[in-house]
């Protein structure tokens, strides 16, 4: 995706949901904080503080 390997550890934090019918998991979603991670990688600037 044009970004150099860094060797560094991220933290991303996200939700899953998921639908149960009896025993078995028939759906499942995920959301996680791509805009976090983006910035970790320094690809974005930090949020600004003055908000």
Request: cysteine-free; overall charge negative; charged content about 25%.
């Amino acid at each position: 995706m044009g970004v150099r390997a860094a060797g560094r550890t991220v933290v991303i934090e996200g939700t899953e949901i998921l639908r149960v019918e009896g025993e078995k998991i028939v759906e499942d979603w995920v959301i996680w904080d791509a805009l976090g991670l983006l910035r970790q990688l320094g690809l974005l600037p930090p949020m600004s503080s003055t908000l």
